[in-house]
């Protein structure tokens, strides 16, 4: 196993640990699941240990998995209801007057990162620095474990698992559909964009919003999915200002903004 698969299954094994906090009983899943791909992961694979000092803590870098309380996200519409069946029914709506334009946007926003986010108005680059990227990284991962624990509680079945008519412009992704982690992810860089240019606030909005869209005019959210990612987000983001190491970040990002 590689560097990259040691560091990923131990911050899931860390977002797993949620579960012992009241406030996510719930069912527990005999795997983990990426919070992006829905991928199954095995925990219980032996994890050499690495090197003393060669890479950062690779369970949390700002913010635990649990540091976003349960209340940030309200549980998904029951199923058959009618909010259920509208969420549905706006999928379907997407799927037949979607272009293969705004299909090919969503395919180029399949990974959750900085760049297919907003590589075309960052104001770092491009490219952005190296620093740049491994900031905004960490955060996309710290991000990742918190929306898993939020997936993992809930356990709401994409849209193309519930209703065979659906039929995605996307590839059909494992794990569950609520929250969206794409759009919690948008969200949380649109916030931290919005606080380094704050006259660029709208602009940063509606592109996490339409990253967000890009999810369900592909097939694989719900509406209700990405409204709760953008909720989780902000909630992500204020509890990312609570971090030291967070705020020395944002320093570093500040510095590195183009002139």
């Known amino acids: 196993m590689g560097m990259k698969g040691i560091l990923k299954n131990l911050r899931l094994a860390a977002a797993a640990l949620c579960f012992a906090s009241p406030s996510f009983a719930g069912p527990v899943l005999p795997a983990a699941l990426d919070p992006f791909t829905g991928a199954a992961l095995d925990l219980a694979a032996p994890v050499p240990a690495p090197a003393a000092a060669a ?3 690779p369970r949390v870098y700002y913010i635990a998995p649990w540091a976003v309380e349960a209340s940030a996200v309200p549980p998904p519409p029951a199923p058959g209801s009618a909010a259920d069946r509208a969420d549905l029914a706006e999928v379907l709506r997407w799927q037949e007057v ?3 334009a705004q299909c090919q ?12 986010f907003f590589g075309e108005i960052s104001p770092f680059g491009p490219p952005a620095p190296a620093a740049v990227e491994k900031i905004f990284k960490k955060v996309r991962l710290d991000t990742g474990s918190i929306d898993l624990v939020f997936k993992r509680k809930y356990q709401r079945p994409r849209p193309f698992d519930r209703d065979s008519a659906v039929t995605p412009c996307l590839d059909r992704e494992g794990g569950y559909s609520y929250p969206s982690g794409h759009s919690t992810v948008a969200k949380v860089f649109a916030l931290m964009l919005a606080e380094l240019r704050p006259e660029q606030a709208d602009r940063y909005n509606a592109y996490a919003d339409q990253a967000a869209l890009n999810r369900v005019i592909g097939g694989v959210h719900h509406p209700s999915d990405i409204e709760a990612g953008k909720r989780l987000g902000a909630a992500v983001f204020q509890a990312l200002k609570s971090s030291p190491e967070f705020q020395t970040d944002m320093k570093t990002l500040r510095r590195n903004l183009r002139k």
């Not at 946007?105 to 297919?116: E, K, P, R």
């Open 55 to 57: 890479v950062e803590d």
């Open 98 to 100: 979607r272009t293969p």
């Open 105 to 116: 946007a969503a395919w180029l926003q399949a990974d959750a990162n900085y760049d297919s």
